[in-house]
């Protein structure tokens, strides 16, 4: 199991605890207030936020969780974020006293007829939980039904369901709940990163971004937000923009590759910025532009979402502007305590939150250290 309480995890949880949103959705908190109060963060409320979390660690622990079963269902294995998101979640549960027997973990192949199967499976066995990161989050509700039918209790990850299904969980006072980060912060600090540079992205001087955007699969409003809000940031800052593609990569490397590719044949070098949606994708992105004789930082720059180690190596030699740190170390971490909490009778919130990390090379040294 990696450092649960790495120093950049623990500040991050310091963040959201001082700023109250840990547990509860943030209501508009702008990333630029996180990564204020994340640099103001003090020795002592890193400290408080540690001990607090090692209680909640021990509290979650005193109970006897060895005959206990989880369910586990990840959308797809092969996606490189969830990958360590699983092996973190596994880890974790088997540190708080479940077996690792006890814990079935099942790949979803990104389909959601797969999925669904495998739920009701698991439903057969009477897991005493399920963690479920759906195929398709427009899937939920029929998830739900099947889920707390059995009386089950369920912990959605990842991929949020919509407003109107969060609220059907707190009206009919039902054992389940939503453990994930606010997309929108981690869009407004890809944006933040371009806009902080010396020439705002603007690399050949002609008084716009021109930017070419890579989104991940587009049910997913991880995609929505991030693409979304990425532009917005740079708006915010009083920056023109001119995009000059926008396509959709499925959150994969290979598919990134392609289709940066021809948009290089088809832009060149009036491409400044290259958006991804994830990290995954920057780094098929990144193959692209060095195929294409281009280099990052001087011909046009790169940012995408996650902290993958490979991503973070890249920043740190010049190779990818900046990325933004998903915590899933954090995520998992909190959805195997959610799981807990419901299998030992208590309740949880319906929405636990998580704050993302803006990843530069002023940074990085910090974030690869605490990804250990
Ligand atoms: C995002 C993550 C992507 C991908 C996606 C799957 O949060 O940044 O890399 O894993 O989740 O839903």
Redesign the pocket.
């Known amino acids: 199991m990696k450092k649960a309480l790495s120093l950049l995890t623990v500040s991050a949880m310091a963040v959201s605890m001082l700023a109250g949103c840990g547990s509860s959705k943030p209501a508009e908190t702008t990333a630029a207030a996180t990564t204020a109060a994340a640099a103001e963060t003090t020795a002592a409320a890193t400290e408080a936020a540690s001990e607090a979390a090692t209680e909640a660690a021990a509290a979650a622990t005193d109970a006897d969780l060895s005959d206990k079963k989880v369910g586990v269902c990840i ?2 294995f092969s ?4 990958t360590l ?1 699983r092996n973190e979640l596994q880890n974790y549960l088997v540190s708080l006293g479940f077996k690792a027997e006890n814990i079935e973990i099942m790949d979803g192949a990104n389909d959601q007829a797969t999925q669904t199967n495998q739920i009701q499976n698991f439903i057969t066995k009477g897991v005493d939980c399920l963690i479920i ?1 759906p195929v398709n989050s427009s899937s939920a509700a029929t998830i739900t039904d099947m889920v707390t039918a059995a009386n089950i209790p369920l912990v959605y990850i ?2 949020e369901p919509d407003a109107q299904e969060e609220q059907r969980w707190a009206d009919e006072n039902m054992k389940v709940c939503y453990v ?2 606010d ?1 929108r912060q ?1 869009g407004t600090m890809q944006g933040e990163i371009i806009a902080d540079l010396e020439n705002h992205g603007d690399i050949n001087g002609d008084g716009k971004v021109s930017y070419i955007m890579i989104e ?2 587009p049910e ?1 409003v ?2 929505q937000y ?1 693409t979304e809000f990425s532009v917005k940031a740079l708006k915010d800052a009083g920056i023109e923009v001119e995009q000059l593609d926008d396509q959709v990569g499925n ?1 994969d490397q290979a598919q990134a590759q392609s289709l940066v590719a021809n948009s290089l044949a088809q832009h060149g070098k009036d491409i400044e910025v290259v958006f991804c ?5 920057a780094l098929g992105a990144l193959q692209a532009i060095e195929a294409a004789g281009e280099t990052v930082g001087t011909d046009v720059y790169l940012v995408g ?2 902290a ?1 180690q490979e991503a973070c190596d890249n920043v740190k030699a010049g190779k990818q502007t900046g990325t933004v740190f ?1 915590d899933h170390i954090s995520q998992s971490h909190s959805a195997a305590d959610a799981a807990v909490k419901y299998i030992t009778g208590g309740d949880n919130e319906h929405y636990i939150g998580c704050d993302y990390v803006k990843v530069t090379s002023d940074n990085v040294d910090d974030v690869l250290a605490s990804l250990g």
């Open positions: 959308y797809q996606d490189n974020f969830m998101f990161n990842n991929r994930g980060c997309a981690s991940g699969d997913n991880d995609a991030r959150w949606n994830n990290d995954a994708m979402v996650d993958l998903n």
